[in-house]
């Protein structure tokens, strides 16, 4: 008599996997990579790699030889890691300080808490942090993008192929005494809208191009990979945000849609305050998380010293999850109804 | 137009539903059935005939004697081979009545033909007797006793009948056969059973991948005044009694609290069917449609199948399990029972049998939760499974309480929908039980 499987229902199982999740987030990110091919050359490529390699890397070698559990490395998850680390490192960081940066995230950020799903940090901002603050001269200096320096340097003189990015640019004039429209006039590089949407601009490698970022933030919705909610809230809490200070002082504060297209806003919005393991788990929750982060960002942006707080603000909201998750909870079904 | 559905959660399975255009076939006698005593949530039957006995087509073999049981009567004609312990499809031991067939001889009170009766001569009190004696359990699968529902309490307003004829769930394709075939019948069942809970009121709902249904029943339930049918998005487990009354009356069932408290009674439109032939027929429940499919299978079919015939005949007749069968799910996929082997008989609750090959009947790697919210999204009562099934982990059982797990329907969503493959139902289930027991341990003090 033949024997056949006994299990508990359900019999059916959907086709959503780790797997897929992750690697179709290595998808959506490869529009702003091609970008930054466009705008930074081969060492974008090369920071990419690296980064990526070395993330994969250290995982493997972890599993394989520390820990001795089963390799689950090439699942995807340690690929977006190094490739969100690249994304928001500049161009022309050098390749050892990559290294140093991969081993953190993974090492320290991800597998020290216990490997995928456990890490209380996104790793990929957990290891620019530690970057930030170990090499913070290479950290901020960011290349001009290839195409730019060429076409401005016949009209204006500069000094290298370096500078700030809009953002820094912006603090230093502050922080000096200018202000907002004559330190934009007086910019090295043009900041309209245009150049910061196509990410004509001066910064990290994958952050400066808003609209490969939402290319890729529009596969990923399409995928069901992340819901709309956190980008949307995110976003729309740093706007509303800034543009109440804009709205006062004009001549002080940049105006709101110049701060959701520079700095890291849009690659942190879409792809990691999204990150699945460190936002809550409820869409409640997640709006919330999404608010006080940009609001968080925004502060940082006009009070903090940074001139970026994208990081940061996303960083201290993973620290919030598990209490969001401990009082946020989802709509219960016959809950909010009168027992009667 | 927007179809209505219920709001919180839901996922779509793909429908696989093969048997849809196969038309239903009595499946010829068995030589010998096997009845359980326990086809019906509750108390099982007492078994009333011995070794020996003479039956026919109808006699009472079981009698249920407490509040929530069920008569069950003999599917066949012929001699008790013996009153046993057999296997059931769960794997349970049960008692069960073994009849060897011979001929088809129906009781005399039975109307065997297949004509039409749209009077209803019975009153109210009088159809809910018949439904109780004709031992008329739920047909959608948990088989709970149809007249403990009809017994409606004093001071609790009631004012529609939901009949379920969703099938959500995927591969199933009875109802919708039933709904084909035998539409008249089950609207006059639908008539008896609003003359029963003394209302006039009734909402069918159907999916809106059964256009043809739909059609065929907005036709005859136009000679019907007070049945409507409303069409309803496709979305898994729209089936469930609370999910179905959300979607087509928009009422809330409270947590813990009957369909009965927002003023309805759902019904499987099968047991419609059923209700019909108990009252107008004055026919026991002894044969049920049951759906026989499965990827690999060439012919899908739906059977109308004698409680108690073994499942190795309807694996016989539809040419043998397929190929590289390694899981045979009694019920729907979502919801259904694996059985160890084809030896078990159909009950009054199956309502298919179907064959997953290799690349189905296993389940992936187990991988760490991602937190990806997926099972929280998708859980139709708005629970949250990840964190249950890690509590029940560590056996933090009042936690688990506080977070409404006695709430879940086991629809299996969250673990359907899983990226990592937990077995977040499992789990749950574990600490539902786990939840009960205490909660009763509790009472007793």
């Not at chain 1, 060492?43 to 820990?67: D, N, P, S």
């Not at chain 2, 019948?185 to 006039?200: D, R």
């Not at chain 2, 996929?333 to 084809?342: I, L």
Request: glycine residues 10%; proline residues 5%; contains cysteine.
């Amino acid at each position: 008599m033949s024997r056949y499987i006994v299990s508990l229902s359900p019999h059916e199982k959907g086709t959503y996997t780790v797997e897929r999740v992750m690697w179709g987030v290595v998808i959506a990110l490869l529009p702003s990579f091609l970008a930054s091919i466009y705008f930074f050359g081969i060492r974008a490529v090369a920071v990419t790699a690296v980064a990526m390699i070395t993330c994969i890397g250290v995982e493997y070698f972890i599993q394989k030889f520390m820990l001795k559990c089963e390799v689950t490395a090439f699942d995807g998850s340690a690929a977006i890691t190094g490739m969100l680390l690249a994304f928001n490192l500049p161009s022309s960081i050098p390749l050892w300080e990559v290294v140093v940066g991969g081993i953190f995230s993974i090492g320290i950020a991800k597998m020290v808490f216990g490997g995928l799903g456990k890490n209380p940090f996104n790793p990929a901002l957990a290891g620019r942090a530690f970057m930030l603050a170990s090499f913070p001269v290479d950290m901020t200096t960011w290349p001009i993008p290839i195409k730019t320096s060429m076409l401005w340097a016949m009209g204006k003189t500069v000094d290298g192929t370096t500078s700030a990015s809009p953002l820094g640019l912006l603090k230093e004039g502050i922080k000096a005494g200018g202000n907002v429209p004559e330190i934009f006039a007086n910019a090295p590089q043009s900041f309209d809208y245009f150049n910061l949407f196509i990410g004509n601009v001066g910064g990290c490698i994958g952050e400066v191009s808003a609209l490969a970022i939402i290319l890729g933030g529009l596969y990923m919705l399409y995928k069901k990979i992340i819901t709309w909610h956190i980008p949307v809230f995110y976003l729309g809490s740093l706007f509303v945000f800034t543009g109440v200070f804009w709205m006062i002082d004009p001549n002080h504060y940049a105006d709101p849609l110049f701060h959701i297209l520079s700095g890291g806003v849009m690659l942190g919005a879409w792809f990691m305050a999204t990150d699945m393991v460190t936002s809550p788990m409820s869409v409640k929750g997640q709006i919330l998380f999404a608010v006080i982060a940009g609001v968080l960002c925004g502060s940082i942006r006009l009070f903090g010293g940074y001139p970026e707080g994208c990081s940061y603000s996303i960083l201290i909201m993973n620290a919030f999850v598990p209490l969001i998750d401990k009082y946020i909870k989802p709509v219960r079904f016959g809950k909010e109804v009168n027992y009667g | 137009m927007k179809l209505k559905t219920f709001k919180i959660g839901g996922v779509h399975p793909p429908e696989n539903k093969m048997a849809a255009n196969s038309p239903i076939e009595a499946l010829s006698l068995p030589k010998r059935v096997s009845i359980p005593m326990n086809q019906h949530i509750g108390a099982p039957a007492n078994p009333v005939v011995k070794k020996g006995d003479d039956v026919k087509v109808g006699t009472l073999i079981g009698k249920g004697e407490s509040f929530i049981s069920a008569n069950i009567h003999s599917s066949v004609s012929g001699k008790v081979f013996a009153v046993e312990t057999v296997m059931d499809t769960t794997g349970y031991k049960v008692k069960a009545v073994i009849i060897d067939v011979e001929g088809d001889v129906w009781e005399d009170s039975i109307i065997h033909s297949g004509a039409l009766i749209k009077d209803i001569k019975l009153e109210s009190a009088e159809i809910v007797e018949r439904i109780k004696s004709c031992g008329i359990v739920g047909l959608g699968g948990a088989c709970f006793p149809t007249h403990v529902k009809y017994m409606v309490p004093e001071g609790k307003k009631l004012d529609t009948l939901v009949i379920n004829a969703v099938e959500c769930e995927p591969y199933l394709t009875a109802d919708h056969r039933i709904m084909l075939e035998r539409t008249e019948e089950i609207m006059v069942g639908i008539e008896i059973m609003k003359k029963a809970l003394k209302i006039n009121r009734a909402i069918v709902g159907i999916e809106a991948n059964k256009p043809d249904a739909i059609a065929k029943m907005e036709k005859v339930a136009a000679n019907f005044p007070g049945t409507e049918i409303q069409p309803l998005k496709v979305q898994y487990p729209q089936g469930a009694e609370k999910q179905l009354i959300k979607s087509v009356v928009n009422r809330e069932v409270p947590s813990g609290k009957l369909p009965l408290d927002v003023g309805c009674v759902v019904n499987n439109v099968g047991t419609a069917l059923a209700i019909y032939e108990a009252v107008q027929k004055n026919k026991p429940l002894i044969e049920r449609v049951v759906t026989v499919t499965g990827k690999k299978l060439s012919k899908p079919a739906n059977y109308l199948v004698r409680i108690g015939t073994p499942v190795d005949m309807l694996v016989e007749a539809v040419g043998g399990i397929p190929e590289g069968t390694e899981k045979i799910v009694n019920g729907g996929p979502m919801m259904g029972k694996a059985v160890s082997t084809t030896e078990v008989s159909v009950t009054k609750g199956t309502s298919g049998i179907i064959f997953f090959d290799k690349s189905e009947a296993r389940r992936k790697r187990i991988a760490n939760c991602i937190r990806c919210g997926k099972c929280v999204s998708v859980c139709a009562m708005g629970l949250e499974p990840y964190l249950m099934e890690k509590l029940v982990e560590k056996s933090r059982w009042e936690e688990i309480e506080k977070l409404a797990v006695t709430d879940c329907i086991e629809c299996g969503s969250c673990s359907y929908t899983c990226p990592s493959s937990r077995p977040l139902l499992d789990l749950i289930r574990l600490g539902k039980a786990n939840v009960n027991r205490i909660r009763w341990e509790r009472s007793k003090k």
